[in-house]
């Protein structure tokens, strides 16, 4: 197979034609076979659900090539379970896991010669996005749904690996209230959290650190990741029933013990950041970023310039494990053959 004509080291985090995506629809209660098809674009009524009522949600996951040249995913059951759950809180029919996986699978093979090789440190980020397609006046569910899955290759989400980053606490607007809906992917919790981000790029800053909406004294996330720190021999993670459940997060939080931390998801206060030695940001695109400090008001927590051991431990463990260089005892990866 001939590999495509990239800079597999120079990708960055950003939108690459590639050749093909999959498109299902969901008419009558059951999902229609795949739609191979090479435009990027999708036709929706005016009046879709999509755009006017907010149905639509989506995921990300990424394709990793081994050493011996095997295409694997990593741990999509998962985001297949996590779109479900979205889907029944947002009243949307989900496709089942079966078609899911099939579904991360085929885009793999489809758009093989996209996947980077796996000395290059990149991969091949995979989105299924679910929509409500059919149109209708009136705040209530879609009766047609879209379900399609693209691919792009990409490399780190903030820039150079393990490049650390300084965040802002965010305290003019929040991203999501309990018992709403930032505990699932969908597509406006990303829209609220916008303003936040474009203030502190502003000010000088990677990124925001939301607070809880209720008291706005609990550390929830970033603007696109979950939010972990490393005090003494304790991998520590907020709870918060408004933060998204990061599937990364989820897998450190297995790799930390392996590696001798115990395991803390427990609400945190802002307050008591200078608790922390190491701090850093996870999720599917942004893997692992290390945080440099936090502003908070008129305090700076400083965690120094390059990342922590601890970091740099469970940086590469979950990435070998995600390539294949690392034994799989916990059955994460899938093969795409």
Not at 271 to 300: H, K, Y
Request: with cysteine.
């Amino acid at each position: 197979m001939e590999r495509a004509n990239l800079d597999w080291a120079k990708l960055g985090f950003s939108l690459r034609a590639t050749d093909y995506n999959l498109l299902y629809r969901w008419r009558d209660g059951s999902w229609s076979p795949p739609e191979v098809r090479t435009g990027s674009e999708i036709t929706l009524p005016v009046g879709a659900t999509a755009l006017h009522y907010g149905q639509s949600i989506f995921e990300g996951l990424k394709a990793f090539e081994t050493p011996d040249g095997r295409a694997v995913l990593f741990r999509p059951q998962m985001n297949a379970a996590r779109m479900k759950r979205g889907a029944s809180k947002l009243l949307m029919a989900a496709p089942p896991t079966s078609l899911f996986l099939e579904a991360a699978r085929e885009i793999v093979r489809l758009n093989r010669r996209y996947l980077p090789p796996c000395e290059s440190g990149a991969s091949l980020y995979i989105r299924p996005l679910l929509i409500g397609s059919s149109g209708r006046l009136g705040v209530r569910p879609a009766e047609e749904y879209i379900f399609c899955v693209f691919v792009t290759p990409v490399g780190t989400y903030f820039g150079n690996e393990l490049s650390t980053i300084r965040l802002l606490v965010e305290e003019e607007c929040h991203r999501a209230a309990p018992l709403g809906v930032g505990d699932i992917k969908a597509a406006g919790n990303y829209a609220a959290g916008m303003r936040g981000v474009a203030r502190a790029k502003q000010e000088g800053f990677h990124n925001v650190l939301y607070l809880d909406a209720r008291e706005s004294r609990y550390i929830d996330e970033t603007g696109a990741t979950n939010f972990f720190g490393i005090s003494g021999s304790k991998y520590i993670t907020p709870r918060s029933l408004s933060i998204l459940p990061s599937i990364t997060n989820d897998s450190l939080m297995t790799i930390a013990r392996d590696i001798g931390l115990t395991v803390e998801q427990t609400p945190v206060e802002v307050s008591d950041l200078g608790m922390f030695q190491e701090t850093g940001c996870c999720g599917t695109a942004a893997v692992i970023t290390p945080v440099e400090s936090i502003t908070w008001r008129n305090q700076v927590f400083e965690y120094g310039p390059e990342p922590g051991p601890w970091t740099q431990e469970l940086y590469k463990n979950l990435t070998g494990i995600q390539r294949g260089q690392i034994e799989d005892r916990h059955n994460w990866l899938v093969n795409v053959d």
